[in-house]
């Protein structure tokens, strides 16, 4: 299915490994011209140079810390003036913070990390971004959520909190820019095969799992079809893709 992405523009954060590194390379494989933002440059730059192997010329890569109100300003603002316009925003950045640990053990600046990272960046890209987003023709704006949104682990209550936060931002955003053609939706995906969760749960858990883990690229696609014109009519709205654990009663068959 053609999706209608070939000559477009977007820019994504967290593009230095995990999910961000196979969302990037899926949008420059349906021809889509990419910004990608990240603080780790070396990670940054295997990105770009994975984009470029695969004939995707067109990558641009942006070392900013996305927590630092200045520096995405001024690397959202050289990103869209290189690109030339903007036609979508992903947003991949995230951190775990503290696992294993209950609030009484977590401390406010781990706390404020994890909004900063999971939340307030994507406030600040978006903000920055959306004047440009408002002159395409039609946009699209992707969160990545977690379904730590609608179903918690123990030992995690900050980063559920704040992946539940990005949801709810994401239905607001859609209604306030409902008018501007401009759409916003999440994705929401189970445990991802990715450094962060092998770092979180151990790579051995990964060997032979007890639990279903899909890749970083099963859930790029499903950014990719967001941020493509064939789900025009989808907003405000999260993909929760979780091999339907959270559709299951707790009642005894």
């Known amino acids: 299915m053609d999706l209608h992405l070939t000559g477009t523009t977007a820019l994504l954060t967290g593009a230095a490994s995990g999910i961000g590194r196979a969302t990037a390379l899926a949008l420059a494989a349906e021809g889509v011209r990419v910004a990608l933002l990240d603080r780790d440059a070396p990670a940054l730059e295997q990105t770009a140079a994975a984009v470029r192997a695969q004939g995707g010329a067109d990558v641009l890569p942006f070392v900013v810390d996305l927590t630092a109100e200045e520096d ?35 401390a406010l600046a781990e706390w404020n990390a994890v909004f900063a990272v999971n939340v307030t960046a994507a406030f600040l890209v978006l903000r920055q971004a959306l004047p440009a987003l408002r002159a395409a023709a039609s946009a699209s704006v992707v969160l990545l959520s977690s379904d730590s949104a609608f179903v918690a682990s123990p030992g995690m209550a900050p980063y559920a909190a704040s992946k539940a936060a990005l949801v709810q931002f994401a239905r607001a955003l859609s209604v306030d820019l409902g008018g501007t053609g401009i759409r916003v939706n999440t994705v ?25 883990v899909q890749s970083a690229d099963e859930v790029a696609a499903h950014v990719v079809y967001l941020v493509s014109p064939r789900s025009r009519a989808i907003s405000g709205t999260t993909l929760l893709s979780d091999f339907g654990f959270s559709a299951r009663s707790g009642f005894p068959a």
């Open 188 to 212: 929401a995906p189970s445990i991802v095969d990715t450094p962060m969760s092998r770092g979180d749960l151990g790579a051995e858990a990964f060997d032979a799992p007890a639990f279903p």
């Open 72 to 106: 995405v300003q001024g690397a959202v603002d050289a990103a869209i003036a290189e690109l030339g316009h903007l036609d979508a925003v992903v947003c991949c950045a995230g951190i775990s913070g503290p696992v294993g640990r209950g609030i009484e053990q977590t």
